[in-house]
């Protein structure tokens, strides 16, 4: 969407795909390459994103300090890098880690442990089984079911 | 950091906790609720997370074309909500789901799937068990491994 807003060394052939929203940002979410965890979500301008490329570890920009953040530089609580991948959009960055203790500040493990909200749940009217596309005649079906 | 730029239902004593950004909105991710997989980041606004709350389908706000626009809608891959939950700054929002089908409108399960980039990959310099809070002691040696 814009231009890079900090000097970045990324590998131009990636910043060229990017779609950075109006602060240069990209939602980065951090998932716990082995039990699957969604862990955090945080931020990552073209910078942030080379670091976490190029150390083995997870670097993200701070909207509130405006700096960058080595992820448990103070806290202990590093994220080592298992892979990275960017999402069809080119506006969202997936890291899977190895978490050290608690991702989240508050010292639970994930930011998403605390606030459960209360939901509907969702039940699929059939047995389509995960990862098996529905035909157009069931999902008529589907679009008219609760 | 904004109110909420359109009208919605939803419960005002969530909506009192909500940090959206300068267009009233937070990140969603949609998350598999039982292989874990991360399926697809989009957009919600106050109504969108509260028709995902109430009807057991995923509600977002398309950016592009500036409405609601329920997953799978058009395509039958919907996702069936399992869970919803805040982050501990109220500012993204994990949705667990059962998704029909691809997540990606590509026809990939996952929108993360295509775009893999060369990483390196970081290796924790000893075995604290996932879950486990590294010590203080501890954290001072990791901050200077690589």
Redesign the interface.
Known sequence: MTDAVRPAQLDPK?AARLKR??NGLM?A?A??Y?????L??AWMDDEALHR??????CTYWSRSRQEYWVK??T??????????????????I?VK??????A??????T??????????????PDA?P???????G???G??QA?
């Open positions: 990636i929203d109006a939602a979410i998932q716990q082995d039990t699957g965890e969604v955090m979500v976490t490329l190029t150390t083995g570890r448990g530089e806290s202990g609580h590093l994220q080592y890098v298992k892979s990275v991948a960017l999402d069809c959009d080119a506006d969202a997936l880690v190895d978490q050290v203790g608690a989240c500040h508050t010292g639970d493990r930011c998403f442990d605390a606030d459960v909200l209360d939901a509907v749940v969702g039940e699929r389509v995960a990862g098996q596309a529905a035909g157009p069931r999902a008529a589907q679009g609760g």
